[in-house]
């Protein structure tokens, strides 16, 4: 055929960093850090939950379309639970196919042919594919190095509204920087919103990984909760990454908005799994202090060992990665460099720039994952140190 077979707003978007990588890591036999997927299961209840709820036959057939009210509930009760924000499952709840689904039926409900939609640079590599799917035109605010993590620069946040401005797609804590913005950070965005009729897609799936503060959502400030649509995850709270059981709240009008545009995705999925998520949220209070605390400790080893490696090391204030800059180790191409990584001591990361407009920008910076067992961190951290040898 003479023309292209596929469309111009996917043609940028080929096989994901992470695919190449990870089959990287399958050839070279090397480890891998640069996929966030657990090496481990979560919780064993939860886990017998799922088989549970197979054996009982409940969510072998099409479950409900907004999700099985059972693990609507229970989204309605962890956002109460954890934040005091009241929500009703029958009307602003939807559970959707894990986050992906969730941010591109949120974005190809709400964005037009033509608008625009501001999101944080570097961001997960879904943002931009979703944004093109919709007909958006991408708009990126560049985090950039402060101290010993990455910082939103507000008045570069304000200037990039224009007219043509339609939503602003916000993750915190954001990967792959590891950033939590602030309480002040977190009011000036709502300000803005306000000020200017914007819509949020806020992306908060590592809530419950927050390392040094309590995770605040957006929804929470003045004025947000119309125009704020707000997404969740079981996937990294509970390390069941493939069960891929997401979820939106919001407005009655926004979340009947992205149900419209999700009905026609994936119409319904996970249904045994919606059931253990279910019981998963309502897991006590010592679950989700405890995985917090065993990724604190898994960033701190893995981050002491790049530092000792010789890269520059941002340690993250929440999410379970960690940003370095490879140029104290002489290095700058950040593609160059995990692409030689393997061979040269069996370590697989990713390079940030497959995460920004401006590579130039993110050319430097490599991505680890620490949401691994400690025994494989330890071994990756001895295999690193011959970089710096």
Not at 2 to 9: I, Q, S, T, V
Not at 243 to 258: C, F
Not at 264 to 287: I, N
Not at 333 to 354: I, K, Q, T
């Amino acid at each position: 055929m003479g023309r292209p077979l596929l469309n111009r707003r996917l043609a940028a978007f080929g096989t994901t960093i992470f695919a190449e990588m990870s089959a990287l890591a399958v050839s070279t036999g090397a480890i891998n850090l640069g996929q966030g997927f657990p090496d481990t299961d979560g919780p064993e209840e939860v886990r017998e939950a799922a088989v549970r709820a197979l054996r009982d036959g409940r969510g072998n057939q099409y479950p409900p379309g907004p999700g099985v009210p059972e693990l609507r509930t229970a989204i309605a009760e962890h956002q109460l639970r954890w934040y005091g924000l009241t929500f009703d499952p029958d009307r602003e709840v939807l559970v959707t196919a894990g986050a992906t689904e969730a941010i591109a039926a949120s974005l190809l409900a709400l964005v037009e042919p033509g608008d625009e939609v501001i999101a944080l640079e570097p961001y997960y590599d879904s943002y931009a594919a979703s944004i093109a799917m919709a007909g958006g035109t991408r708009v990126p605010v560049t985090l950039r190095p402060r101290g010993d993590g990455f910082g939103l620069d507000l008045d570069e946040l304000r200037a990039a509204v224009t007219d043509r401005t339609r939503l602003i797609l916000l993750n915190t804590p954001h990967n792959p920087t590891g950033t939590v913005l602030t309480t002040a950070e977190l009011a000036a965005v709502a300000e803005l919103a306000v000020e200017r009729d914007l819509l949020v897609v806020t992306d908060e799936v590592y809530e419950h990984l927050v390392f040094d503060t309590g995770h605040t959502p957006l929804v929470s400030f003045p004025g947000m909760r119309e125009r704020t649509v707000t997404i969740g995850s079981a996937g990294k709270t509970f390390s069941f990454t493939g069960w891929k059981v997401g979820w939106v709240t919001g407005s009655p009008e926004l979340v009947t908005a992205v149900r419209s545009a999700k009905q026609y995705l994936t119409f319904v999925s996970a249904g045994p799994f919606q059931y253990a998520v279910a019981e998963a949220l309502r897991l006590p209070d010592e679950y989700f202090h405890g995985i917090r605390e065993d990724l604190r400790a898994k960033r701190d080893l893995l981050a002491d060992g790049l530092a000792d490696a010789g890269f520059r090391v941002y340690r993250p204030s929440g999410t379970y990665f960690i940003t370095t800059d490879i140029r104290p180790l002489g290095e700058s191409d950040g593609f160059a460099f995990c692409r030689s990584l393997p061979e040269r001591c069996g370590v697989v990361a990713v390079p940030n720039a497959v995460f920004y407009d401006h590579q130039d920008q993110g050319a430097p910076f490599v991505r680890f994952a620490f949401c691994k067992r400690a025994s494989v961190l330890t071994e990756a951290v001895g295999r690193l140190k011959g970089l710096s040898g």
